[in-house]
């Protein structure tokens, strides 16, 4: 009891209300189960209508631009939904989520970043502190968030890149905090006319080889050198448009490292992409988006695609590490 009072004079004597959440990693990640509802801007262009459920379920709706206006994005911890008035068609993919998997993320995060308390601020209407997060590993990104005061929810993010170039900014015009979310939100009541398709079809997943190779269509040997700070989240078997391709996941708590291998005969066109050399009469090819970079090889069995945050040195590397496993 004598904690609790005390705590709560500090609080007064800041200037803060006694019920403030103190910024820190653990609140950060423990706001993925807060409900709320409000409307999202992304990069002052793209405004979406959020609901946001227990369990970081999402349902998103598009306002602008006009040609997405009225698609519909649901997330229920399982399956993606994206439905679009303008074709009728209602596409599933798997979740995009962490799941159940709060533990695993507030340890790479506090493993492999600090996080700065910089002041605060009001966004939609709300005060926030302002916070930076910081990679403890050389020539990585950085987030600035506006966390809510009473929730830790980011009302407004900042990605920044190593040299401290805007990449994207995403904040709330406005937000409520409801007591609870209706589940009604993450269903979908779709016309009778409507088609449903499944463009990514999961079929196995795990966390090592050994638990999918009873399923694998083609022979697999992951890359040899992985970045630091990053771990392995799992592996996805999964199928779009009749091809079957693995993905290798992995975090660093923050940003998301994505690897794809498929059979060569399904390697992609990258016209505009950059050649590079990977090894003696090889060649790789990148492709440069603000924010992330893409890597693309291949070898005598599979077809590579990289996706990721991290440098083009770096991405080499990993490829490089499959090259040698040959």
């Not at 999202?40 to 206006?69: A, C, F, L, W, Y």
């Not at 993606?80 to 008035?85: A, I, K, R």
């Not at 992409?273 to 970079?293: F, M, N, V």
Request: aromatic share 6%; hydrophobic share 40%.
């Amino acid at each position: 009891m004598r904690a609790l009072i005390l705590g709560s004079l500090l609080a007064g004597s800041l200037g803060l209300p006694a019920w403030a959440v103190a910024p820190s990693l653990d609140a950060l990640v423990r706001s993925s189960s807060v409900p709320y509802e409000g409307t999202m801007v992304i990069n002052g262009r793209t405004i979406v209508k959020v609901v946001h459920g227990p369990g970081d379920r999402k349902r998103q709706e598009i306002v602008s631009p006009m040609r997405m206006k009225g698609d519909l994005i649901v997330d229920n911890g399982k399956t993606l939904w994206h439905f679009s008035p303008r074709t009728q068609n209602v596409d599933l993919s798997p979740t995009r989520q962490w799941g159940d998997r709060v533990a695993d993320r507030l340890r790479l995060l506090t493993q492999n970043y600090k996080m700065k308390v910089l002041g605060r601020e009001k966004v939609a209407g709300r005060s926030a502190h302002i916070v930076e997060l910081q990679s403890t590993h050389a020539n990585r990104g950085s987030q600035r968030l506006w966390l809510d005061q009473d929730h830790a929810v980011p009302l407004r993010i900042e990605r920044r890149s190593a040299h401290g170039h805007l990449l994207e900014r995403t904040e709330f015009s406005e937000i409520a905090f409801p007591a609870a979310v209706s589940s009604e939100h993450f269903r979908l009541e779709l016309p009778d006319n409507v088609a449903v398709t499944t463009s990514v079809r999961l079929l196995a997943s795990g966390r090592t080889l050994e638990e999918l190779n009873g399923q694998l269509p083609f022979p697999v040997e992951l890359p040899s050198y992985l970045p630091r700070g990053y771990e392995l989240l799992d592996l996805h078997l999964f199928e779009a448009k009749g091809v079957k391709s693995l993905h290798w996941r992995l975090s660093d708590g923050l940003t998301t490292l994505s690897l794809f291998m498929t059979g060569k005969a399904h390697q992609p066109e990258l016209r505009s992409a950059r050649e590079i050399d990977l090894a003696p009469k090889q060649k790789a090819h990148l492709l440069e988006h603000p924010g992330r970079t893409t890597l693309c090889w291949t070898d005598d069995r599979l077809c590579y695609a990289m996706v990721g945050e991290l440098t083009e040195d770096e991405l080499i590397k990993i490829a490089r590490s499959t090259v040698l496993n040959d």
